[in-house]
Nanobody, 125 residues
Framework: QVQLREAGPGLVKPSQTLSVTCSVS??????????WSWIRQPPGKGLEWLGA???????YYNPTLKSRTSISRDIYENRITLQLSSVTPEDTAVYYCARSAAFTQGVDRKLYDSWGQGTQVTVSS
């Protein structure tokens, strides 16, 4: 069974770039036809889909964050990386990675067959 584990810096200063990784075990990120998404939940708010990368490396982004978001992968390390630039305190959230068998921009957990435990990132000076 595939397992996802997020890791992040914990604390990031405003205007810096946030970088979180999702290490995948029990399955390959290149396996057809899966998609790997990044989702976040700010404190006291709902889930927000940030973007995704397909098994072939095609990326998709939330239009509202596209200018600041970059998703990449390392097929040798079997890892997905999210970078979010020019962060502000509003980017403080728990960041999750999740796998789906079809492309989705939804945040309903039922759309995904695997979720990581999440990693807290706080943006503060």
């Amino acid at each position: 069974q595939v397992q996802l584990r997020e890791a992040g810096p914990g604390l990031v200063k405003p205007s810096q770039t946030l970088s979180v990784t999702c290490s995948v075990s029990g399955g390959l990120i290149t396996t057809k036809f899966y998609y790997w998404s990044w989702i976040r939940q700010p404190p006291g708010k709902g889930l927000e889909w940030l973007g995704a990368i397909s098994n072939s490396g095609t990326t998709y982004y939330n239009p509202t964050l596209k200018s600041r978001t970059s998703i990449s992968r390392d097929i040798y390390e079997n890892r997905i990386t999210l970078q979010l630039s020019s962060v502000t305190p509003e980017d403080t959230a728990v960041y999750y990675c999740a796998r789906s068998a079809a492309f989705t921009q939804g945040v309903d957990r039922k759309l995904y067959d695997s979720w990581g435990q999440g990693t807290q990132v706080t943006v503060s000076s």
